[in-house]
């Protein structure tokens, strides 16, 4: 089975502070994505990589950066935290073959700003 | 801007009854379609994907497909409490290329009721 494992379930920071929120996979994926998921607005792409330090944004990527050092682990950054970034943090992986398409999710990040 | 548009329920059923789940989507270009259950403070896991126009059936859930209508359903046989959960409809865009993103839906809630 398709492991995907994030840092943390739970985490609580102040307004300012640098965040990082590790993503890993352990079936060799070439993909990874972070989402973050509000109340109303659904999932909403942060960023993704394809390859090793290759990375896109998505749609919302204002106040985030990423990193991809190593084909198992894709960092999310919030390089100075705000209240508007509480939220739940969905990190997925997917090999990326034809048009299978499986998202494997983590159990997600539910990080607290105050 | 490529949509996913879903009725965001909540739906209730009585268990043993059909569940019926829609999803329209706007990009006529779109090949393959994916119906994710997400249950209460889980992260989402893949329960059917569908390729061609027509019927796909895997148990008690069926998805079908009307390309030409830019239509998906998801339904759900002898509903269960435990199928109360947010369904949520994705697609990935035409012309993605080695993009792997999906276009998301904002799910539909499903209520079972014993």
């Known amino acids: 089975d398709v492991k995907v494992t994030q840092s943390s379930r739970y985490l609580v920071k102040r307004t300012g502070e640098k965040v990082f929120l590790e993503c890993v996979q352990d079936?060799?994926?070439?993909?990874m994505f972070w989402y973050r998921q509000d109340p109303g607005l659904g999932l909403r792409l942060i960023y993704f990589?394809?390859?090793?330090?290759?990375?896109e944004k998505g749609d919302i990527p204002e106040g985030y950066s990423v990193s991809r050092e190593k084909k198992e682990r894709f960092s999310l950054i919030l390089e100075s935290a705000s209240t508007n970034q509480t939220s739940m943090y969905l990190c997925?992986?997917?090999?990326?073959?034809?048009?299978?398409?499986?998202?494997?999710f983590g159990p997600g990040t539910r990080l607290t700003v105050l | 801007q490529k949509e996913v548009e879903q009725n965001s329920g909540p739906l209730s059923v009585p268990e043993g009854a059909i569940a019926s789940l829609n999803c329209t989507y706007s990009?006529?270009?779109?090949?393959?379609f994916f119906w994710y259950r997400q249950y209460s403070g889980k992260s989402p896991e893949l329960i059917m994907s569908?390729?061609s126009n027509g019927d796909k059936e895997d148990g008690r859930f069926t998805a079908q497909l009307n390309k030409a209508s830019q239509y998906v359903s998801l339904l759900i046989r002898d509903s269960q409490p435990s199928d109360s959960a947010t369904y949520l409809c994705?697609?990935?865009?035409?012309?993605?290329?080695?993009?792997?993103?999906?276009?998301w839906g904002l799910g539909t809630s499903l209520a079972v009721n014993p």
């Open positions: 997925a992986s997917l090999e990326g073959q034809g048009l299978i398409n499986e998202q494997f």
């Open positions: 990589s394809y390859d090793v330090k290759m990375k």
């Open positions: 569908i390729y």
């Open positions: 079936m060799d994926h070439e993909n």
């Open positions: 994705a697609a990935p865009p035409f012309n993605a290329g080695n993009n792997r993103k999906l276009i």
């Open positions: 990009d006529r270009g779109s090949q393959s």
